[in-house]
């Protein structure tokens, strides 16, 4: 695995071992995003497919989750959007 300045962090840290999607954004993660900031990623989007009740086999679904990923690791770090709790159990997929 090559070291990479993870575009989240900052850092120059080691990068994933393969690309997470098959897709131009798996690619992009790939290139420019470390093992730690994924590691946090990933227990982000556990938290959201809870809140939401998403079910990941669903496009919109995953449309969300695709969108809520390059915000997480591209939109800004820590002021990347939060989860808004207050429509918990509200959102129908």
């Known amino acids: 695995m090559a070291d990479v300045t993870c575009a989240r962090c900052g850092q120059t840290k080691?990068?994933?071992?393969?690309?997470p999607f098959n897709n131009d954004l798996g690619k992009r993660?790939?290139?420019s995003v470390c093992q730690d900031?994924?590691?946090?990623?990933l227990k982000q989007q556990t938290m959201l497919i809870n809140h939401y009740?998403?079910?990941v086999r669903e496009p919109e679904a995953k449309t969300f989750l695709y969108e809520?990923?390059?915000?997480f690791l591209f939109g800004?770090?820590?002021d990347a959007e939060?989860?808004?709790t207050s429509k918990q159990g509200t959102i129908q997929w």
Do not use: M, R, S, Y
Request: overall charge negative.
């Open 82 to 84: 939060q989860v808004d």
């Open 37 to 41: 900031c994924w590691a946090q990623w």
């Open 14 to 19: 080691p990068g994933l071992a393969f690309a």
């Open 29 to 31: 993660i790939h290139a």
């Open 68 to 71: 809520q990923t390059e915000k």
């Open 76 to 78: 800004g770090g820590e």
């Open 53 to 55: 009740g998403l079910n």
